[in-house]
């Protein structure tokens, strides 16, 4: 049982006894431990007994099997999972492929479809997508070719046409737990396989993946996935995979440094999903399958670049899309440019939202097509707003949160109207408060709440990490190179801590005067040691 002793803090109690959590709770003690033996027992999913079967035929009879990923973490780590497991199980011809943004967008598209069948596969198995492609299945079904879809989006209405679909969302599977990401569900096909084939293989090793995939897709770091990213995030900061190993190394990332959720939401995930924003995705999973060290280097290094590229790319998108928007009414946008490069409109777009409090579409148009992603405040029906434009639309598929589209230039003027009175007609929508904020105990030093938030992690999507805020003395401020704000403050327990404000140069304080500031508060890794900051989101006179 989790008790008193546990934490330290009175903010992070009253916390924890805001999400109705008790201090002395089996609910708390559970969450806290999140082990991967309470993992629940999967014989209920829908589609796992007859996917590990026709898997372990392909191993025993030396089929030819494609493992085909979506371009995003969850779909690359998915497919990285099921290539390596089925190699080391003794699988001899396993090819595995990326959907890409620029050669027919997501899921087994016409292109994709077209370098599927160039390996001439007796098995296609498709990770992170496939729900929604029946045209493309159905091909495979006539070729003779069998196909397994394993995914966590939208249930189609329609069958498909595939030998099994493994969905905890279909309504007839009993696995009750909804939350796994494409990667668990792979990972719990190569625990179903493993045993089909009555083979030795420990499959925590693949948990560095399944937690890269998890985080990086914004699925609930709670239940299962808790416990599966928590091992995971143990795991990846060992490195021991040859290129997260190396890709560590151009991060300037040490290995055996703990590692928290945001390290692979702002750190690591980018850098894996730069490739496919810019052009083939399938370095990554090159990358990732690596097990040569050398040749794990030149790709770490080539991802890097590519990020920088991808970086370079988006602060232009951002810039112009900034000043457009800035000329625009308040309410929902619509922004679309020629040559704005659609791999990375979705950046833009949530950087928009976030800034506007605002539902936002960017669309990229080459040569009279648009395609574009949607994104909104937390909370806000953006995937029904959508759905009323949709005439205007070639296409377009989503959730609530984030949706993609495809439209005619001669059509924005027309949708950029309609999305707007569509989501104006929204006048019940109540904004979420995706993280909440808490006004640090005055009882409290910074390094003993730091103590109790790390119990917390992985902190993300239903596991939020909490904002802070105090009002503090400032001991002595300066702006550093890059307009960002380095502090030293004393809180109200009398503790002095250093602070740092990105991009915060411009709201320089006084020395001695007071300030309300709103933080996270980190392991000074410059500094190294046991040293502590604050990461100052907002800063304001008191």
């Not at 002395?24 to 309470?38: E, G, H, I, T, W």
């Not at 070719?145 to 189609?156: F, S």
């Not at 900061?237 to 560590?248: D, M, V």
């Not at 590519?306 to 370079?312: A, G, K, M, Q």
């Amino acid at each position: 049982m989790a008790g008193d002793s546990t934490f330290r803090s009175q903010t992070v109690r009253r916390y924890l006894e805001g999400r109705g959590l008790s201090l002395d709770s089996k609910a708390l003690s559970q969450f806290l431990a999140a082990r991967l033996k309470d993992l629940t027992p999967p014989e209920a999913m829908v589609g796992r007994t007859e996917t590990a079967r026709r898997l372990a035929q392909a191993v025993r009879e030396g089929e030819s099997v494609v493992v085909f990923g979506d371009y995003d973490c969850d779909g690359m780590t998915s497919a990285a999972i099921l290539t390596d497991a089925l190699r080391k199980l003794g699988a001899k011809r396993v090819t595995p492929l990326v959907a890409s943004r620029f050669s027919g967008g997501y899921g087994l598209s016409g292109p994709a479809l077209e370098r599927v069948l160039r390996a001439e596969p007796t098995l296609v198995v498709t990770c992170d997508c496939g729900s929604s492609d029946h045209a493309a299945l159905r091909q495979l079904q006539e070729r003779g070719i069998d196909a397994v879809v394993i995914d966590h989006h939208l249930v189609p209405a329609e069958p498909l046409p595939v030998l099994a679909f493994l969905n905890p969302h279909r309504p007839e599977c009993g696995f009750p737990y909804k939350g796994l990401a494409s990667c668990g569900l792979s990972l719990s096909v190569v625990a179903a396989l493993r045993n089909e084939l009555g083979k030795e293989l420990d499959v925590r090793q693949w948990l560095d993946l399944v937690a890269i995939g998890t985080i990086a897709d914004v699925a609930p770091l709670e239940g299962d996935n808790r416990a599966l990213t928590r091992a995971g995030l143990e795991l990846l900061a060992e490195a021991k995979r040859p290129g997260l190993r190396a890709l560590f190394e151009v991060m300037g990332l040490t290995r055996g440094e703990r590692l928290r959720a945001s390290d692979v939401s702002f750190r690591l995930a980018p850098r894996l999903n730069a490739p496919g924003r810019l052009g083939p995705a399938d370095i990554v999973l090159e990358l990732l399958l690596s097990e040569n060290a050398e040749q794990a280097r030149g790709l770490a290094a080539e991802v890097e670049r590519l990020c920088i590229v991808r970086r370079e790319e988006q602060d232009r998108m951002w810039k112009e899309a900034l000043a457009e928007a800035e000329k625009a009414p308040p309410g929902a946008l619509v922004l679309g440019r020629e040559g704005w490069n659609h791999g990375i409109v979705g950046i833009v777009a949530g950087r928009l939202a976030e800034e506007r409090s605002a539902p936002t579409i960017v669309i990229g148009f080459e040569q009279g097509i648009g395609r574009g992603s949607a994104r909104g405040p937390a909370g806000f029906p953006l995937f029904d707003a959508i759905a009323e434009c949709s005439d205007c639309l070639v296409r377009f598929g989503g959730h609530q949160a984030a949706a993609g589209l495809e439209l005619e230039i001669s059509k924005l003027e027309r949708f950029s109207d309609a999305f707007r009175q569509a989501c104006a007609r929204r006048t019940d929508f109540v904004p979420l408060e995706k993280v909440p904020t808490l006004e640090l105990d005055p009882r409290d030093t910074a390094r003993d709440v730091l103590f109790d938030l790390s119990l917390l992690e992985p902190c993300g999507e239903k596991n939020p990490r909490p904002e802070l805020c105090v009002e503090a003395l400032v001991r002595s401020s300066r702006v550093v190179k890059g307009d960002h704000l380095k502090l030293e403050l004393r809180l109200p327990s009398g503790e002095d801590v250093a602070g740092f404000g990105p991009n915060l140069g411009s709201k320089v304080p006084e020395p001695q005067s007071k300030v309300k500031v709103v933080f996270d508060v980190r392991e000074d890794r410059y500094r190294g040691g046991d040293a502590i900051e604050l990461l100052v989101r907002k800063l304001s006179p008191s």
